[in-house]
C-alpha cells in the first residue's frame, strides 16, 4: 500500500502508525488530510474510513485489536508496531511513473482523500517505512500475531459484558440551522420511542436523555449516572430532502466502540431509518426480539415530509415547551399531521398526547380536550392496534376524565406491555393505582417510572405526590426537594412541600413554601406581601383565610384551602363544582390526607361514587 496513493483509509492508517498507541484526534485527523479551505462532509468520510479500515485489518470496534475508537475525542493504534528498516538504494530500483495511468476511484460511501500537502507533518521521515513494500511486511507480521488466537492473548481482549440497559444521547444538528434543531431532537425520540418497545431492553426515557444535551461527560460517566450497559449517540444531518444519520453504539464501562454506522435516506424514509437503526442495536447487543417486536421494527409505509415534520414539531412542543402556549402549538402541530397524513396512527396519537397535555396544563378547558383525545386516541388504535403511545393516552383519557378506573387500568396495562422502557405509561398507570388507593403498588410503578427517566421533573414530582399521599410525609419532602432542585421556578412542587409540612405540623414552614408557589404561579409582589402580613398578624389560619380570598385556584386547591379551615360546606362545594369541571387533580379525591376531616361526611361520600371512587 502507498501512502502517497489518494485512499483515504491508508493516509489515515499511516498518521494513527507513526504515533502507535498515542491518541490521534479527530481534528487532528482533519488538519492532517484536508486543507482548510476543502469543503467536505469530514465526519461522514472519516467514519466510512475507519470502517473500511478495520474490515482491511479483519478488526472490530466490540474487541479492537488494532484501532481503538475514544467517542468524541479520536483514535489509537493500539497493537505492536516493528519498526522495517528501509531498503538500501542497491536493493531497490528506481521506479518510473506512467502519468497515463488513473488511480483507482474511491468507494461510493466514502469521501476522497485531497492530495498530500508539502507540510510538515507529511514530510516527516518515517523510520519504520519507506514504501508499499514496508507496509506490506508490516500488514504480514500483525496478521502472523493472530495465529492461534497469540494476537489476542497479548492484547489481553476480554468479551465485552452484555447490554441490558442502554441510553440514547441526543443526536446532534449538523446542519448549521437551529431552526432544525426541533428534527434532530425529534430524530433522538424517535430511535428512544422505538428501542423502548424491546423487551429484554431498559431504555432511558427521552426527558433524561435530553438533559446530556452537549455535555462534556464522558461516557462512563454518564452510564454510572443512569445505571446503564450502553450508550448510543450520534449525528443527524438534514439537506434538502436528504437526511443522514450517523450512530454508534459504546461499551459504557469501557468506553470502546461496539458499532457504527451511517444511513442515509430520503425525507419520506427517516421514520423507518429509525427501526432499521433499532433493529440493528438490537442485533449488535443480542438481544433476542418476539415476533412482535421484530414486526414493529420492520420499515412502515412511507410518510409524507409535510405530515412527518408537522408531527416532530408536536412532540418538540409537547416536551421541550411544557406550557399552556406550548400545549397550543402542539396541538396546531398535530393536527397539520393528520390532515397531511389521515391514515398515518403516529400522527392521531400525537394529537391525542396534545389535547390531554392542554388539558392537564390548563391550555384548553377538560371538557373540550378530553374528548378530542379520546377521539384521536381511538383513531390511532383503529389504524395501528400495537400501538403503546396511543394506549397510554387513552388509559389517561379513560381514567382521569371519565372515571372509568377498569378501562384506564387495561389501557395502560397495555401501553407498558407494547413498551415496557415507557415512563409515561408507568407513571400514569401509578397515578391510577393511587387514586385507587392502591398505595404499595403505585409506589412501585411511580419508583420505575424514575428509574427509566430519572431526571424528569414531573415523574420526580410525582413520587413525591404518591409517597404524601401515603401519609409518608418525610419520604415525600426528600423526593419534593429533589424534584424542585430541577425546576426551581415550578409552579406544581412547591404546594406539595406546603402541605406535607402542615401535615407534620410545621406550619412556618407549610406558609413559605406554599408563597413560593404562588410567586412561581404569577401572584404579583402586592398580593404576596398580604399573605405574608396576614401571617404576621393572625398565624397560620388568618394566612389561609387570605389565601381564599386573594387567590381564586382550581376548585379543587381551593376545596383544600377551605377544608383545613373547617369549613366544609364551602369544601364540599367546591368539590362539587371541581366534579363538574373534571377537574385535573380530582382523582385524589379518594387518599388526599388533606381531605380527612370530610370523609365521615356523607356528602363526600357521594362525591367519590360520583367519579366511581369506593369509599
Known amino acids: 500500500m502507498d501512502l502517497r496513493a489518494g485512499e483515504l483509509r491508508k493516509q489515515i492508517l499511516g498518521m494513527l502508525l507513526e504515533r502507535p498507541g498515542e491518541v490521534v484526534t479527530r481534528e487532528e ?48 493504534f493500539i497493537a505492536a508496531v516493528e519498526s522495517i528498516a528501509p531498503p538500501s538504494p542497491q536493493d531497490s530500483k528506481p521506479q518510473v511513473e506512467d502519468s497515463s495511468t488513473t488511480p483507482p476511484a474511491p468507494a461510493s460511501d466514502e469521501v476522497a482523500a485531497p492530495p498530500m500537502k508539502s507540510s510538515k507533518s507529511s514530510l516527516r521521515a518515517r523510520p519504520w517505512i519507506a514504501a ?10 500483525l496478521v502472523s500475531l493472530n495465529t492461534g488466537g497469540v494476537r489476542q492473548r497479548l492484547l489481553g481482549a476480554s468479551p465485552p459484558r452484555r447490554i441490558q440497559s442502554i441510553a440514547v444521547l441526543p443526536l446532534e444538528n449538523l446542519s448549521g440551522d437551529p431552526s432544525q434543531e426541533y428534527f434532530a431532537d425529534g430524530m433522538t425520540d424517535e430511535l428512544i420511542t422505538q428501542l423502548a418497545q424491546i423487551g429484554g431492553l431498559r431504555v432511558i426515557s427521552r426527558t433524561t436523555a435530553m438533559q446530556y444535551k452537549g455535555t462534556r461527560k464522558s461516557v462512563p460517566e454518564i452510564a454510572r449516572e443512569l445505571h446503564v450497559d450502553g450508550i448510543v449517540e450520534g ?17 459504557a464501562a469501557t468506553d470502546r466502540h461496539l458499532w457504527a454506522k451511517t444511513y442515509e435516506r430520503d425525507l419520506n424514509d427517516v421514520l423507518g431509518l429509525q427501526r432499521e437503526l433499532a433493529r440493528a442495536i438490537a442485533a449488535e447487543i443480542k438481544i433476542k426480539l418476539t415476533p ?14 409535510e405530515a412527518q415534520a408537522a408531527y416532530l414539531k408536536s412532540r418538540y412542543f409537547i416536551h421541550n415547551q411544557r406550557t399552556p402556549e406550548g400545549a397550543r402549538r402542539a396541538i396546531e402541530f398535530s393536527l397539520q399531521a393528520v390532515q397531511s397524513a389521515p391514515d398515518w396512527a403516529l400522527a392521531h ?22 374528548p378530542k383525545a379520546e377521539s384521536a386516541a381511538r383513531m390511532a388504535l383503529h389504524l395501528d392496534p400495537d400501538l403503546s403511545e396511543a394506549h397510554t393516552a387513552l388509559g389517561w383519557v379513560l381514567a382521569n376524565f371519565y372515571f372509568d378506573y377498569a378501562a384506564g387500568e387495561r389501557e395502560f396495562k397495555r401501553g407498558i406491555e407494547l413498551g415496557p422502557s415507557s415512563s409515561y405509561a408507568h407513571q400514569g398507570y401509578a397515578d391510577l ?14 419508583k420505575l417510572a424514575c428509574q427509566l427517566d430519572p431526571m424528569s421533573f414531573y415523574v420526580s414530582r410525582d413520587v413525591g405526590r404518591i409517597l404524601y399521599d401515603s401519609e409518608k410525609y418525610d419520604e415525600a419532602l426528600e423526593a419534593l426537594r429533589q424534584a424542585a432542585e430541577m425546576n426551581p421556578a415550578s409552579g406544581v412542587v412547591y404546594n406539595w412541600m406546603s402541605w406535607a409540612y402542615d401535615k407534620k405540623g410545621m406550619a412556618a414552614l407549610s ?103 369506593s369509599p
Open 29 to 76: 485527523l482533519r488538519q492532517g488530510l484536508w486543507p482548510g479551505d476543502t469543503f467536505v462532509d469530514f465526519d461522514h468520510g472519516l467514519n466510512n474510513a475507519i470502517n473500511r479500515l478495520r474490515e482491511a485489518l479483519g478488526d472490530s470496534a466490540e474487541s479492537p485489536r488494532f484501532l481503538e475508537t475514544l467517542p468524541r475525542r479520536g483514535y489509537r
Open 292 to 305: 412482535r417486536e421484530s414486526a414493529r421494527l420492520q420499515n412502515p409505509q412511507p410518510i409524507n415530509p
Open 511 to 613: 406558609v413559605e413554601n406554599d408563597l413560593r408557589n404562588e410567586g412561581n404561579r404569577g401572584a404579583s409582589l402586592e398580593v404576596l406581601q398580604e399573605l405574608r402580613e396576614a401571617y404576621r398578624v393572625s398565624g397560620q389560619r388568618g394566612y389561609l383565610k387570605k389565601h381564599v380570598e386573594l387567590i381564586k385556584d382550581d376548585p379543587y386547591e381551593q376545596a383544600l384551602y377551605t377544608a383545613r379551615l373547617g369549613e366544609s360546606e364551602k369544601a364540599l362545594q367546591l368539590l362539587r363544582q371541581a366534579c363538574e369541571e373534571h377537574s385535573g387533580w380530582l382523582d385524589m379525591l379518594k387518599v388526599d390526607p388533606e381531605l380527612d376531616n370530610l370523609r365521615s361526611d356523607p356528602r363526600f361520600t357521594e362525591l367519590l361514587r360520583r367519579i366511581n371512587l
Open 235 to 251: 449525528t443527524v444531518f438534514r439537506s434538502g430532502e436528504q437526511v443522514r444519520i450517523s450512530a454508534q453504539l459504546l461499551n
Open 349 to 370: 396519537s400525537v394529537l391525542a398526547d396534545s389535547y390531554a397535555t392542554a388539558a392537564f396544563l390548563s391550555a384548553v378547558p377538560p371538557n373540550e380536550a378530553m
Open 132 to 141: 508499499g513494500a514496508g507496509v506490506a511486511a508490516l500488514f504480514a507480521l
Open 433 to 446: 393505582l393511587n387514586a385507587l388507593g392502591r398505595a404499595d403498588e403505585a409506589i412501585s410503578e411511580i
